[in-house]
């Protein structure tokens, strides 16, 4: 198996108390899935796409790829945050040859960076800056960006959660065309039911306190998606219902803790 996360524990001290954030988290992911982490706030997401990226250590278990464990950050994992964070005093084009300076010349990264530009259709911005730009094109970068270090697994932490609705669903297109062409693995956390149905071969949906694996649904549905509504609705509707209970619970405990101040 590609990706193995093993028994991944997490916890973390705050004042002297203990939480325990993620528990028992096993799964396996073939290169070239998509896979979305869904859940509630405080299941868990950001924190598992953060040991996976090596950001964080787990406080038990382990993460593997090709059976070799992940200790820290790597080339073979390119990450894409909610926010784009490119450098403003970079243009479009160096922010996307940032990364490659260090392996290369810097023709042969202008070159690889316009033929990511091209991928996500930003090839006539590359002399433009940031500011210049929309949010969804600046994330566009972003996933250029990342892209052009050739990672074996893309992870991004809901990349699209900042933007407008229209502007969401024209970047879902984009990313499955992406997916399509690279044949990445991609480990994508949302908050979105919408969201990972339209774009995963599966999605891991996350219980809360502590984060566990509620359920691992294959999404059986023929791309292009949007001619399946019938069968989207399903997918929505059993997850929905999947999480109604998480989703009272994060409720009733953020009431017990605004009560208490």
Request: hydrophobic content about 40%.
């Amino acid at each position: 198996m590609f990706l193995h996360i093993h028994n991944v524990q997490k916890s973390f001290t705050n004042r002297g108390k203990t939480e325990q954030v993620l528990k028992d988290i096993d799964l396996h992911i073939k290169e070239g899935e998509f896979v979305s982490l869904l859940g509630p706030s405080g299941c868990g997401k950001s924190t598992l796409l953060s040991i996976v990226a090596g950001l964080t250590n787990p406080s038990e278990g382990s993460v593997l790829i090709d059976n070799q464990r992940i200790t820290k950050p790597g080339k073979d994992r390119g990450m894409v945050f909610q926010q784009a964070a490119l450098f403003p005093w970079l243009s479009v084009e160096e922010n996307v040859m940032f990364p490659l300076k260090k392996e290369m010349k810097k023709k042969e990264a202008r070159e690889i960076a316009h033929k990511y530009l091209k991928l996500v259709q930003l090839s006539p911005y590359a002399k433009h800056s940031p500011h210049e730009l929309s949010g969804g094109m600046q994330q566009r970068v972003a996933i250029a960006r990342a892209l052009a270090m050739n990672p074996r697994v893309l992870l991004m932490d809901e990349p699209f959660g900042a933007l407008d609705e229209q502007t969401r669903m024209r970047l879902h297109d984009e990313l499955e065309s992406i997916w399509l062409e690279t044949k990445k693995t991609i480990l994508f956390v949302t908050h979105s039911i919408q969201e990972a149905v339209k774009l995963s071969d599966r999605i891991i949906v996350m219980g809360t306190h502590p984060g566990t694996v509620l359920k691992d649904i294959q999404v059986k549905i023929e791309r292009p998606r949007e001619k399946h509504i019938q069968e989207i609705a399903q997918y929505e509707q059993t997850i929905m219902e999947l999480l109604k209970t998480e989703i009272d619970k994060v409720a009733e405990e953020e009431m017990k803790y605004a009560s208490s101040y």
